[in-house]
């Protein structure tokens, strides 16, 4: 059987990121539940890499991932979540950051430091976002491009957590390319919304 690592209620906050210092509201604290049995499947690892995928749009992919990022950032890990989901990017606008240039420029080769792509996130002290960037015109492709490799060696060796919000497994195949990268995938049910045939 499959394990299931938690629960998460429907939050009625405006805003994306509900796992906030001193934010204990039931939504939040099911995500920190979440990060407690993370560690199980993980091993106790001081440092990991989790993917984020669903079957198919609008399960909550983005939502959890952001807000998994956040919790473990609040744990004092230096996290950077990656707005992976390169066809259909939500992750800045979610948090209400200006688009700029991230991973699809790096793995075009505009860019080659990535530092200079990685931007905090306003007052969540720890937490790091990497933008998709420009949306690619062959995006399964560019993530077959060698320069994803370093890429990931960049972020596991600065970085405690890397948190990857990925295109849904059910449509497309970016999630299994990016499933090498993982030590973990998390995979994602909507209630009254997800088909059981699905999984």
Do not use: W
Not at 164 to 169: E, G, N
Request: charged letters at 20%; proline letters at 5%.
């Amino acid at each position: 059987p499959t394990p299931i690592l938690g629960e998460v209620g429907h939050s009625f906050s405006e805003n994306m990121l509900v796992a906030a210092k001193g934010n204990r509201s039931m939504v939040a604290e099911q995500f920190r539940i979440i990060r407690s049995n993370l560690q199980y499947f993980l091993q106790k690892k001081e440092k990991a890499t989790i993917l984020v995928t669903s079957t198919f749009s609008g399960e909550g992919k983005t939502y959890a991932s952001s807000n998994i990022a956040a919790v473990h950032a609040l744990a004092g890990k230096k996290t950077v979540l990656l707005e992976f989901d390169i066809r259909k990017p939500k992750i800045l606008s979610g948090l209400n950051m200006e688009k700029a240039p991230g991973i699809s420029n790096y793995l075009a080769g505009k860019v080659d430091d990535i530092s200079m792509l990685i931007r905090p996130v306003a007052d969540h002290d720890n937490l790091f976002v990497l933008g998709c960037g420009p949306v690619p015109p062959n995006p399964a492709e560019i993530l077959l491009d060698e320069r994803i490799n370093k890429l990931f060696q960049y972020l596991q060796s600065n970085f405690d957590f890397v948190i990857i919000d990925t295109a849904p497994v059910g449509m497309v195949s970016d999630a299994m390319t990016l499933g090498k990268f993982a030590d973990c995938t998390i995979y994602l049910t909507r209630q009254s919304y997800s088909f059981k045939k699905q999984l």
